[in-house]
């Protein structure tokens, strides 16, 4: 025989991610601060290294924000990663063997923390809803 019972109301289900605005402004702040570090360590000179440690700030990102703001963050991790890390210094340029293959990773780095954002949350959440020890 199945009961059914009310499930509790005063939990919220799933946390809400934070606004696009607030994820693209630390996207922008955080690369920057993370391009310019490298640069003074003396490891902007492997961009490899740079470029994963923007995955990582793409992802971590991602862990808290919308779908919608995955292509935006991966744009300006990129765009910090080629104006500050690449020579010509301080302009942007667009190199067809090295570009493309930096921002597909960096989009893809943001949507897989996004979906595993969205996984965790909803698995806490599932986690977190009891139902009311009253029969109906």
């Known amino acids: 025989m199945v009961e059914w019972r009310p499930i509790g109301r005063s939990v919220r289900q799933v946390p809400e991610p934070w606004a696009t605005p607030l994820i693209w402004t630390a996207a922008y702040l955080g690369a920057f601060a993370l391009v310019v570090l490298l640069d003074v360590l003396g490891f902007l000179d492997r961009t490899g290294l740079a470029l994963l440690v923007l995955m990582l700030l793409a992802a ?15 744009l300006l991790c990129w765009t910090s990663l080629n104006v500050l890390g690449t020579e010509p210094a301080g302009e ?7 570009d ?26 599932y986690h977190r809803v009891t139902p009311f020890d009253e029969p109906v």
Do not use: D
Request: aromatic share 6%.
């Open 92 to 98: 942007l340029s667009w190199a067809g063997h090295r």
């Open 60 to 74: 971590l990102l991602g862990l808290r924000g919308r779908f919608i703001a995955a292509p935006g963050t991966a």
């Open 100 to 125: 493309p293959g930096w921002m597909a990773c960096l989009l893809a780095a943001a949507v897989v923390g996004t979906v595993a954002g969205r996984v965790l949350h909803a698995r806490a959440a």
